[in-house]
């Protein structure tokens, strides 16, 4: 008895997980994150002659895989099954007909060659499915630092930092468009890290204080070391605009200041 579940922990060891299968099987050609605002530029503005990729990234599969192969909004184990089934049929069958990457992206590069006989269907199965959770995952890692708000005013006024308040919903598009392409750059995270505390309050599950009045989400707040308003942004900003109203935020204040 002892045995039997000796062996079956070992092979559950010996059994690579997806992101091993990705390192060894798939990386060679695709990347894991690039920032999305890069893979647009790279893309779009210099056929790729900037990143010189040799694949889509990974975070780039996992949106679009998500995004364009059966219903994103429906049962998620459902949806699961089927953006792993279309992986595991690529890899094997690849044919761009197929692709759901961008046209723009596609044309950069030639056919996936399969990889029929140097995976097995387990592996596939596995970094299929890491590939599913890459997108969300990854943007965990690469998100500002959220405290919650009644922390916020006392870390900020201790040091002298700014707040700001971002409020989003489950299902607000240029939410997470602004998560994808803006607060995953490094330059925003060291931004926002630097000068500012920052908290996210999702409006579906928690309410915002009282004194922030919003129309649209996403709405970003920036407060003073008191929680006063300093200013209100509603809606999408791309990067440069973003990094323009973070800088003109901490102008005020100075000015206030004076
Ligand atoms: C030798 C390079 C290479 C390797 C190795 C490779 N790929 Fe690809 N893959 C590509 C290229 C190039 C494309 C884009 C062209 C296309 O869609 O065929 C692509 C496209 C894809 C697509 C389709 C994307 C779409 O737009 O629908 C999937 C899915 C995919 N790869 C998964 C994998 C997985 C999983 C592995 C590892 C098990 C892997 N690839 C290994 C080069 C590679």
Known sequence: MKLVILIAFFSMLLQADGETIYKNK??????SFIPMGQLKENFVEYNNSKLKLKGPTLNQLSFRLKQNIGDPKGDEEIH??????????YIINPDKQKSVCMKEVLDVFDTMPSLKGKISEDE????AEYIYHFEKNSLEKNSPQYTHFDNAQKRAQ??????????????????????REVFSEKEVLD?????????????????????LKYEVTPTYFFLDTNAKQIK??????????F????????????????
């Open 158 to 179: 201790k040091e002298k930092k700014l707040i700001m308040v971002k409020a989003t919903s489950e299902h607000c598009y240029f939410c997470k468009k602004m998560d």
């Open 80 to 89: 699961i099954m089927e953006v792993v089934a279309f992986i595991q049929d």
């Open 191 to 211: 931004r926002l890290s630097k000068g500012f505390i920052s908290v996210e309050v999702d409006i579906d599950n928690k309410s915002l204080p009282a004194t």
């Open 232 to 241: 209100k942004v509603p809606g999408f900003w791309n990067k440069d605009d």
């Open 243 to 258: 990094l323009e109203i973070l800088d003109k935020v901490q102008k005020i204040k100075k000015g206030d200041e004076k």
């Open 26 to 31: 798939c990386a060679s050609c695709h990347e």
């Open 124 to 127: 596939s199965e596995e970094v």
